[in-house]
């Protein structure tokens, strides 16, 4: 079955970047996103992306968090600068093919402390 893969997560301080990746090659996504969870909140949207380039932010990153992808390498992108403790969480992959199947990551961690 196709799975994503993310990678790019890590410890940074306040103010610092980090780049999140996600791919999948088996097969063509009508849109790619990213979502969070922090420990013991729910899951929210951060960004998403569709094939024909239109995206969405969540307000709480919109002016430091960019996403983009590789149509061709189905691979999703999420650059996070300017980065602030309230980002700290679990950042999942999620990507919906043409077809209508839901796939899930299984996570990066991203940590912004001091």
């Known amino acids: 079955q196709v799975q994503l893969v993310e990678s790019g997560g890590g410890l940074v301080q306040p103010g610092g970047s980090l780049r999140l990746s996600c791919a999948a090659s088996?097969?063509?996504?009508?849109?790619m996103g990213w979502y969070r969870q922090a420990p013991g909140k729910q899951r929210e949207l951060v960004a998403r992306?569709?094939?024909?380039?239109?995206?969405v932010y969540a307000d709480s990153v919109k002016g430091r968090f960019t996403i983009s992808r590789d149509n061709a390498k189905n691979t999703v992108y999420l650059e996070m600068n300017s980065l602030k403790p309230e980002d700290t969480a679990v950042y999942y992959c999620?990507?919906?093919?043409?077809?209508?199947?839901?796939?899930w990551g299984q996570g990066t961690q991203v940590t912004v402390s001091s």
């Open positions: 999620n990507a919906l093919s043409i077809l209508g199947t839901d796939l």
């Open positions: 088996e097969t063509i996504f009508s849109s």
């Open positions: 992306i569709w094939r024909a380039g239109g995206t």
